[in-house]
């Protein structure tokens, strides 16, 4: 069935660096490719999110790009900061409310 | 506030009991969505509310029966269920049924002991 690949589980980065988190899909009529972020406690919460005709998409500190030839997608983060801890969703759908969900990455800022 | 509240935020409750999670939208969405959040698992969807009418019933046992009376309010009814349903539900609202969009509340965590 339709699935969605996320790597990876866990990311520790140092605060300043970058973080890329990437996910795979399977099913190639998927048009719209959101992520969430989540903290703790919290719901998810939409933070960037890209459509299929477009391959790359920013917003401040954040990014995603969209290789639909190889149907994956990656989240972009960089000068990361403290308050950027949490776990990241990714997720994939083909124009309907069937969202097939990564499983998370949780994202650890080192200080 | 997000704008989605979720009562209770934790919740024990024997295998025998019969509990209710509840929802509330202030957004003036139209669509309602219930899913169960599991460690390190994907998002399910399990059931979905466009106006009040159920749109979607993802293979969800009958242990767990949804109710949504407006467009503002989301029921999970809870009966009979077992340890691995332990897991945070979440509700979340949208504009319409869709995949974009959605503001989720934070959760109510069940335990089942």
């Known amino acids: 069935g339709e699935n969605v690949e996320q790597h990876p589980s866990t990311l520790s980065v140092q605060e300043g660096d970058s973080a890329v988190i990437k996910c795979t899909y399977s099913d190639s009529a998927s048009n719209y490719f959101p992520w969430y972020k989540q903290e703790l406690g919290k719901g998810p919460q939409l933070i960037i999110d890209?459509?299929?005709n477009v391959g790359e998409k920013k917003d401040q500190r954040i990014a995603v790009t969209l290789n639909k030839t190889a149907k994956h997608f990656s989240l972009h983060i960089t000068e990361t900061q403290p308050e950027d801890s949490a776990v990241y969703f990714c997720?994939?759908?083909?124009?309907?409310?069937?969202?097939?969900w990564g499983a998370g990455t949780k994202l650890i800022i080192k200080p | 506030e997000t704008g989605v509240t979720q009562t209770p935020r934790h919740l024990v409750m024997g295998m025998t009991n019969k509990k209710s999670l509840k929802c509330e939208q202030h957004?003036?969405?139209?669509?309602m969505y219930w899913y169960k959040q599991s460690a390190k698992k994907p998002l399910e969807l399990m059931f979905v509310y466009s106006l009040e009418e159920r749109v979607e019933n993802n293979s969800v046992p009958s242990r767990f029966s949804p109710e949504c009376p407006n467009s503002s309010h989301l029921f999970l009814h809870l009966h009979t269920l077992q340890p691995e349903d332990s897991a945070l539900y979440l509700c979340?609202?949208?504009?319409?049924?869709?995949?974009?969009?959605?503001?989720f509340g934070s959760g109510t965590r069940l335990t089942v002991v």
């Open positions: 957004l003036g969405h139209n669509a």
């Open positions: 997720a994939a759908s083909k124009s309907n409310y069937q969202l097939i």
């Open positions: 890209i459509r299929s």
């Open positions: 979340a609202s949208s504009q319409e049924v869709q995949g974009y969009g959605y503001t």
